[in-house]
């Protein structure tokens, strides 16, 4: 998500944090390898740059973790140093963390032994992102309303949530719309998804990105199959496959009408 869009990383540091981060500062991806020292080790998972990426006034490792790690704590230090030797800035290191116990883990004190030295990463997880109820900021952000819908798709603003969510899925482009809609149903209640689900099935909104109408599509084609097996219809694999690759949702709306007279899965198609 980091390297998608790097403003990610201005907006973490000023809304959790509250550290002393322009809105408008420019955020640019740079090389995430340090092989000054050691190519092999020496490599984070992404490093950003604020302002003037020649003139940087911070320079931001970004880690991600899943739980953990001993050789993260000596590994972490050499990242900043490196980074700070080399653009000549102040440097910061923020750890995305699945949830808080990782967080809290990955948030342990670093005792460098120099008295005085000591490294306190910058942990964050969904939990400490505040619920992007907005979708002009959801467009404008989309990965912030993708890490942010899991911890707030069950609460009080949970129909604001998915609604952003969706709106924020429809801005992206290529492969990036179904990877972060994978993302956030991996991590979505039941009844989260079910939201989700209906508020792209929604009729008064007109879809504009190739995901979002090849999701709706196929949301609409499972329940074709769904009706026609609940009324004990016999669906050929031939109908089967040319329901599933539709993806004309005028077509398939007429379908689904069509589902509930028909008696045979061939009428459906004449």
């Given amino acids: 998500m980091v390297r998608n869009r790097p403003q990610l990383v201005p907006e973490l540091l000023r809304s959790v944090f509250g550290l002393d981060v322009p809105g408008d500062v420019q955020a640019t991806l740079t090389s995430e390898s340090y092989a000054d020292v050691h190519p092999a080790e020496l490599r984070c998972d992404a490093t950003v740059l604020l302002d003037d990426p ?42 995305f963390c699945p949830d808080r116990a990782t967080a809290r883990n990955c948030a342990v004190p670093i005792d460098m032994g120099h008295p005085g030295w000591v490294l306190k990463p910058l942990t964050v997880y969904p939990g400490m992102l505040p619920p992007i109820t907005d979708p002009a900021t959801a467009c404008r952000l989309p990965e912030l309303a993708v890490l942010s819908a899991p911890a707030h798709a069950d609460g009080p603003h949970a129909k ?17 719309g179904a990877l ?91």
């Fill in 54 to 95: 020649n003139a940087p006034t911070l320079g931001v490792v970004v880690e991600s973790q899943l739980r953990a790690r001993e050789e993260k704590t000596f590994s972490w230090p050499a990242y900043l140093a490196m980074l700070r030797l080399r653009r000549k800035c102040p440097v910061t290191l923020l750890v």
């Fill in 160 to 176: 604001a949530v998915v609604s952003s969510l969706s709106a924020a899925l429809d801005v992206l482009t290529g492969d990036t």
């Fill in 180 to 270: 972060y809609h994978d993302y956030v149903m991996s991590r979505f209640s039941d009844a989260a998804r079910k939201l989700l689900e209906e508020t792209v099935k929604l009729d008064n909104y007109e879809w504009k990105s190739e995901f979002a109408i090849t999701h709706r599509a196929e949301g609409e084609a499972r329940s074709i199959l769904l009706f026609l097996e609940a009324r004990g219809i016999t669906i050929p694999d031939h109908i089967r496959d040319h329901i599933t690759s539709c993806t004309d949702l005028d077509q398939l709306d007429h379908w689904v009408q069509r589902a509930a007279t028909i008696n045979t899965a061939d009428e459906l198609l004449t």
